[in-house]
Structures are given as C-alpha cells and as structure tokens.
C-alpha cells in the first residue's frame, strides 16, 4: 500500500509542475510584435533581428519591405544622423 501511494503522490506533484508550467509561462507575443531599435541599423521584431535597414545621413524616412531567414516585415522608418530613431509596423 505505501508504495502505490508513494507513486500517486509522485504523478500528483508532477501534474501540479506540468500545470504550473504551461500557466505561469510569460506570453511576449504582444512585446515581439513591437519592433525595437537594437542598434543603429538594425531592428529586433518577432524575434527576428533585421539588420542594415537602410539609414544613411541624408535619409529622413522611407518604408520598406524587408526579409531575412524566411521572416519579412513591412515597416516604417525614421532616421536621424544615419542611425534608425523610430520605426512602426506598416
């Protein structure tokens, strides 16, 4: 008797672990689909890092279409100093 106690208890806490995993996991889906500037020319956006989007001095704004490793993405952006200063979804 002890032992199939034992087990139950294991399979118990185990689902309560498994429960706890799937519910408490963090949903960033809402913050990857905000791109972010992560470096001069080059922006993260669901989880996809574009680079060389295309500021140059001189350039105030452009949109583009972008694709790299099968993600693309359409954005809007704004330069400043040849350096991306903001960009938005299109």
């Known amino acids: 008797m002890k032992t199939s106690s034992k087990k139950l208890n294991v399979v118990i806490l185990f689902?309560?672990?498994l429960l706890l995993c799937f519910t408490c996991k963090k949903d960033d889906s809402?913050?990857?689909?905000?791109?972010?500037?992560?470096?001069?020319?080059?922006?993260?956006?669901?989880?996809?890092?574009?680079?060389n989007i295309g500021c140059s001095y001189g350039i105030e704004s452009f949109d583009t279409?972008?694709?790299?490793n099968g993600t693309c993405a359409s954005f809007h952006v704004t330069c400043s100093g040849g350096c991306v200063s903001s960009v938005t979804v299109r």
């Open 65 to 68: 279409d972008i694709c790299q």
């Open 15 to 17: 689902c309560i672990l």
């Open 30 to 51: 809402e913050s990857s689909s905000t791109p972010e500037i992560v470096g001069c020319n080059s922006v993260k956006y669901k989880g996809m890092t574009f680079s």
